[in-house]
């Protein structure tokens, strides 16, 4: 279905992603509090994530345009955020890159091989998965980028975000992996 509660839930993600970038540009907030509310924010939306799905199943409510819906708006909600932690100066310039053009060519390829039905051969594995959630701890350390009881959570977020190239990069190459038996065989 287009509109059922666990679909809107998904629709918020996207939604929040205005709403976080235009904390940071608000003219009169402090630094501490844009930081503050974009963490709380993303954290509310991120746990959309998990909400939509289980709801999904839970209500019976799954539907092909959740499922495909689900994944582009968790990559709209990341992308936007690191692309505002490099503005911010809190990301480097190439983990955004590394982020950013692994998102693009996994869909691109998960696209083709659903054009030529091997939608299967690039089905969502546990490194991609692992990648995901180091992502989502990552950001609100960055966002927050405060010591919080002897916890500095830039140096943390840093950390992470640094993890989750790496774990970008590996599921970037294990989905390429498993789609060239079907690259090939298509070359023939």
Excluded at 108 to 127: D, N
Aim: glycine share 4%; aromatic share 12%; charged share 15%.
């Amino acid at each position: 279905m287009f509109f059922n509660l666990p679909t809107l839930l998904t629709w918020a993600r996207i939604a929040a992603i205005p709403l976080i970038v235009a904390v940071f540009h608000w003219p009169g907030l402090a630094l501490p509090l844009q930081n503050a509310l974009a963490t709380g924010l993303f954290i509310v939306f991120a746990l959309t994530d998990w909400a939509d799905g289980y709801l999904a199943r839970r209500l019976n409510q799954t539907s092909a345009f959740g499922a495909f819906l689900d994944p582009v708006a968790d990559k709209f909600l990341v992308c936007a955020c690191v692309l505002e932690l490099v503005h911010l100066d809190r990301v480097h310039v190439f983990v955004a890159l590394i982020i950013i053009g692994r998102e693009i060519a996994i869909s691109a390829l998960r696209e083709w091989m659903a054009q030529i039905g091997a939608v299967k051969s690039v089905a969502v594995h546990m490194v991609g998965k692992a990648k995901t959630a180091t992502q989502m701890v990552a950001i609100p350390f960055l966002l927050y980028d405060a010591v919080v009881l002897g916890v500095d959570t830039r140096w943390w977020g840093t950390v992470l975000i640094w993890a989750a190239a790496v774990l970008t990069v590996w599921s970037m190459v294990y989905y390429l992996n498993k789609a060239i038996p079907e690259i090939r065989a298509r070359a023939r």
